[in-house]
Structure formats: structure tokens, C-alpha cells
């Protein structure tokens, strides 16, 4: 009889990642390691730290869009290793960009014949095409005033306090002023009235949003425009209009083509739109186009002759993936003008089912508009004893991820939660949604006033005198105090991302 034996492989059992040294030393955070590792067991020991990040399909804080096609997910890893700026070497992706571009341009009524092509750019996101924008106006508001031999080390730009904190970064970053209409109590856009009162010769432009990242509302663009128009004729001036449609420029034609607020209004000269937001694509482009060519100064057009050939360049960057870009000009072609409004439409639906289910718990009151981006704001009738950031706190055990923050200047006072329902988020995960709230209702409501003990110690709520009268605060009194104490677990900036 033979007997037969085997051996087991080391080298087996060195290709098992869990059965090596590399899962059980510290990994080092900030310095290089001395030595290399196996390729799978970096991969193993990356892959399974990035496992505690949240879910982006449950991430209903993002605009950002979290899914695509396989088929666009192919081209996108087919182009990850193009560079754009090597337009010499990669002219069809240009080419890819500027159709993109002219398609925007026509989709926002931007006053160019079929044959001519649009002036506009490529960002990495609205935030960048915020700042190009932004530079255009402050260059040209500085060549007229030089013109006039009038000053022009004072600009300023009008914006409402809802605005991204892109905005304030572009008015520290290039040395603009910026004033900014505070909101009102049941009024969390820009008031048009009000910014037209804050215009003076140095506003280098008034910035209009449609869809605040607040409560997804559209700013009254055509009547800031008819205001700022009669402004202009009594003063003489020629102060222009900026709308960042980051969030609603890729749904306003869709859903509201009768909606004036772009290129159909001769004082709006420049629209930047998110394509990785309600354009569909991932994270890392966005766009930005202008009127006319007379509006974006030559100035501030680079032509570098780096790789053999003249390369116009208008960016604040250099070197960028052609991944994004060749992705937006898939989704362009691939659903073109049905497509979009077909999946805006069922954005909005699913977000009527939302509005509409959270209403019927009766403990809600809904802040964002039928009218705007696909979104629900929504704060608590009664946080005296239990606040939206409890809510938020609760949901999380479920995977969910839904922001809780205050309002603005003159509104912070209002805490409110917000559900972003993007093309991914169907009416089923809308059900589940609701119920979670639902359950996190429940769940708080056993529970004590997390209020009452945490607020106890910075001002007391029902013991205050005066004289030797007790002083009783109001309902409204106790829901900012609590208010005011919860703003300390949340950083005070605004809600959103470009």
C-alpha cells in the first residue's frame, strides 16, 4: 500500500493576507514606511479602514452624484490615466469638453447661432467656476472704471447670506467686499428688493442662486433683473446679474422651461451649473458659461505653448482628470432632453412622496418649496424637548446619513434636518426612510429631555428672576435657547457642496 502525504504550501499561506504580519502591525499614518508590501495586502488593509466610511447611496446630506451606469463607469476607468491640459495629445476629449460646453449654453438660452461655438469652460466643480466667473466681473468692472479715471480698489459683490461658502471664499481670496442680504424669518432666499437697495458703482455683479443649498428654493432671478434693470437706467450703470445654478441649472429646463432665469434675461453674463450634481456625473466637474465673448476679458485667456501646440487655458488650475468630463458628455448623449426630464421628474416625485409622509407624522413642519430642487428641509413644531439633531443622531444606527443645522444669520434660531433625493434615491428607500424617522420618533420620545439636562448649565430655563418675580420663558424662548446650545455641536458654516 502507498502512503501519500502532503505538505502544506508556505507560499499559500504567505498569499492570505489575514494570515500575515501586515494585519497585525500599525499601519503608519504619517510617515512613509520604510518597507514595501504585497500589493493585495495593501489593498486588504485599505480596503477594510475605508469599510467604517458611510454609505454613499444612504448619504442624503450630497448633492453629489453617487451612481452611474456600468457602461459610463467603463469609460470613466478607461480615461482615469488622461491628463486634460494635454490638449495636443488628447484632442477628441477637448473636442468631448467644448461640445459640453455648447449643449449647456443652448440648454440656457445663451445668445449663440448653431454654427458658433459658446464661450465656457471645464471646472473641477462650481466652486472654481464661481471664482473664474467672479474674476471675469471684477476685471471688467476694473478696465471701465480706469476708463472713467475713477477708482477701483473697492469692489463689491451683492449675494444673499444663503449663499455657499464658495462665495466668500472668492470675495477673501481676490479682495472683494462682500454684502450680503440677511435672511427673514419664513424667507431663506435672496430678497431681491433688498439686494437691488445694496447696489452702488463698485458692485461688480449681484449673485443669484437657483436652488439654495438651504432649503432648495429658487431665487426670483426675473425679478431681481427688472429691478436692477431700472436701477441701471436711473443711475447709469451697468451692474450685471451672476446665477450659480450649481443644484437647479440641470433642472430648471426640464421641469420649469417657462422659468426666466437664465441667458433669456440680457443682464445675467455668466451661469456656472454642477455637472456632478443633477448633471449626473461623479464628484469633480463642473462648468461655467458666459453670454458672450465680450464678457469673459482676453486678459485673463493663457495661450501656453507646452506640448508642441497653442493651448488657451482659463483656469485656476492646471493638470485634471479627462475622466468627468468625458462621463457628462455620455450622460448628454445618452439620455439627452427626455432622459434629464425624466429622471427630474421622478427626483421630484419621490420627493412629493417624502414631503408627504413626513407630514403625516404632524411633527414636522416642511421649510423647503414646491417649487426648486428635489430636496425636503423640514424642522420640529416642538424641540423643546427633543431637537433635529437627535433625529439626525438616530438615523445613523440605520446607515443613513441626514444633516441637522441651523440657518444663516438672523435665522439661526431654526434648526432643520434636509433630505437631498437624488436620481439613485427610489420611492422604496423614500418607505424605508420614513418609517426609520419614524421609529427614531418613538425611540426619543421614551427617552428624557436630552434638553433639559444639557441646557441646564448655561442659563437656567424656568428659575430666572426678576425682582422677586420668577421669569417663565415662552415656548419660542425655550426652543432658541436650545437651539443656541446645540449650534456648539455642529461648525458654523453652511450647509452643501460644490
Known amino acids: 500500500m502507498v502512503i501519500s502525504t502532503t505538505e502544506a ?28 508590501m504585497p500589493k493585495e495586502a495593501a ?21 453629489v452624484t453617487t451612481w452611474m451606469e456600468p457602461e459610463c463607469d467603463k469609460l470613466v476607468m478607461a480615461s482615469i490615466n488622461k491628463n486634460y491640459v494635454d490638449m495636443d495629445e488628447y484632442p477628441v476629449t477637448t473636442e468631448l469638453q467644448n461640445r459640453c460646453v455648447n449643449m449647456i449654453a443652448h440648454l440656457f438660452n445663451a445668445p449663440v447661432a448653431d454654427d458658433k461655438t459658446a464661450v465656457g469652460v471645464g471646472t473641477v466643480g462650481s466652486s472654481e467656476a464661481i471664482m473664474l466667473a467672479g474674476l471675469a466681473f471684477k476685471r471688467k468692472w476694473q478696465q ?48 431681491p428688493v433688498k439686494a437691488v437697495e445694496l447696489v452702488d458703482e463698485n458692485t461688480i455683479c449681484v449673485a443669484a442662486i437657483l436652488g439654495s443649498t438651504l432649503t432648495g428654493e429658487f431665487e426670483d432671478v426675473k425679478l431681481l433683473h427688472d429691478l436692477l434693470t431700472k436701477k441701471n437706467e436711473e443711475t447709469g450703470w451697468d451692474t450685471p446679474i451672476h446665477v450659480d445654478a450649481a443644484s437647479g441649472g440641470f433642472i430648471a429646463p426640464f421641469l420649469y422651461p417657462d422659468l426666466e432665469w437664465d441667458f433669456r434675461l440680457p ?65 448628454f448623449i445618452r439620455l439627452g432632453f427626455e432622459g434629464y426630464k425624466n429622471i427630474m421628474e421622478n427626483c421630484m416625485g419621490n420627493a412629493r412622496a417624502l414631503r408627504e409622509g413626513l407630514e403625516k407624522t404632524g411633527r414636522f413642519e416642511i421649510l423647503s418649496k414646491d417649487v426648486g430642487v428635489p430636496l425636503v428641509a423640514f424642522s420640529l413644531k416642538d424641540s423643546s424637548k427633543h431637537t433635529v439633531f437627535e433625529i439626525s443622531e438616530g438615523l445613523r444606527k440605520f446607515g443613513w446619513i441626514v444633516p441637522a443645522y441651523t440657518m444663516p444669520a438672523n435665522a439661526e434660531n431654526l434648526a432643520v434636518l434636509r ?20 421609529e427614531v420618533l418613538k425611540e426619543i420620545d421614551s427617552l428624557p429631555s436630552r434638553v433639559s439636562t444639557k441646557t441646564a448649565h448655561v442659563i437656567p430655563m424656568v428659575n430666572e428672576t426678576q425682582g422677586d418675580k420668577p421669569l417663565k420663558k415662552s415656548v419660542r424662548e425655550t426652543q432658541e435657547e436650545v437651539t443656541r446650545h446645540w449650534k456648539r455641536f455642529v461648525k458654523g458654516r453652511r450647509a452643501g457642496a460644490c
Not at 166 to 172: I, P, Y
Not at 290 to 295: I, S
Open 9 to 36: 504550501d508556505s507560499r499559500e499561506i504567505l498569499n492570505s493576507t489575514f494570515a500575515s504580519r501586515y494585519v497585525r502591525a500599525a499601519i503608519p499614518r504619517f510617515k512613509m514606511p520604510d518597507n514595501s
Open 43 to 63: 489593498y486588504q488593509v485599505i480596503n477594510d479602514e475605508l469599510m467604517l466610511d458611510g454609505n454613499p447611496r444612504l448619504n442624503l446630506a450630497s448633492f
Open 144 to 191: 471701465k472704471r480706469k476708463e472713467q479715471g475713477k477708482p477701483y480698489d473697492k469692489p463689491n459683490i451683492v449675494t444673499g447670506a444663503n449663499v455657499q461658502v464658495c462665495w466668500e471664499k472668492f470675495a477673501r481670496y481676490f479682495e472683494v467686499e462682500l454684502k450680503e442680504v440677511k435672511l427673514e424669518e419664513g424667507y431663506y432666499v435672496l430678497n
Open 267 to 331: 443682464l445675467v453674463k455668466s451661469i456656472n451649473v454642477s455637472g456632478h450634481k443633477y448633471g449626473l456625473v461623479y464628484a469633480g466637474v463642473g462648468w461655467v458659461v458666459w453670454r458672450t465673448k465680450d464678457d469673459l476679458p482676453d486678459e485673463l485667456v493663457f495661450h501656453i505653448n507646452y506640448l508642441g501646440s497653442d493651448q488657451p487655458t482659463f483656469t485656476l488650475n492646471f493638470s485634471k482628470g479627462s475622466s468627468q468630463i468625458i462621463a457628462q458628455y455620455y450622460q
Open 419 to 438: 433630505v437631498v433625493v437624488r436620481e439613485d434615491f427610489s420611492h422604496s428607500l423614500v418607505e424605508r426612510l420614513i418609517s426609520h424617522i419614524e
